[in-house]
């Protein structure tokens, strides 16, 4: 009973396979693919993951709010044509969004890339996803989709052992 409450997933599958009961590892194909399966998380642990989704997420999104400003944080004229134009979103003034979008997609990425309050930033910026789907790009779900599956990730995850939230003890 407390291998099916067991945290690694591949615990429960073997504790209801009847060749795993009594001890002996499943035979043929799929023994030998738990086997790979196994390899693998070994492979490519969790910390990992993390580092690699918070740059890739973050350059995404980094990338995208340096296209919105000169020099440091000087939002440009062009932005501000960008979020009347072709953004047009509801309940928000151009100037207000403007401005909120490029600080966001400046901060979170940055606390990401250093892995400083992961959980928060991530959702921060799945929240600017879900705004950018709905109101935005709704066409372009699969992109938006693949953002939101690294952000689902370091959500429920955290920052992972190479991150700041792990130095200072922030979960």
Known sequence: MNTL?????????????????DGNPP?????????????????VPHDALALIDRLAIAAIFFLSGRTKVEGWLTVTDSAYALFRDEYKLPLIPVEIAAH???????????????????????????GMTLVIQLFVYPDAWPTHLSWA??????VGRGGGTLSLDRLLRIR
Do not use: V
């Not at 409450?5 to 009961?21: C, G, M, R």
């Not at 035979?27 to 492979?43: E, K």
């Not at 599956?149 to 370091?154: A, F, K, M």
């Open 27 to 43: 035979a043929g194909l799929r023994g030998i693919w738990n086997q790979l399966a196994s390899q693998f998380t070994r492979l």
């Open 100 to 126: 909120a979008a490029a600080w966001a997609e400046h901060l979170f990425p940055l606390l990401l890339m250093i892995g400083l309050f992961t959980r928060l930033s991530a959702l921060a910026l799945l």
């Open 149 to 154: 599956g690294l952000l689902l990730y370091l």
């Open 5 to 21: 409450l067991s945290t690694k997933p591949t615990d429960a599958i073997e504790a209801t396979d009847p060749a795993a009961a």
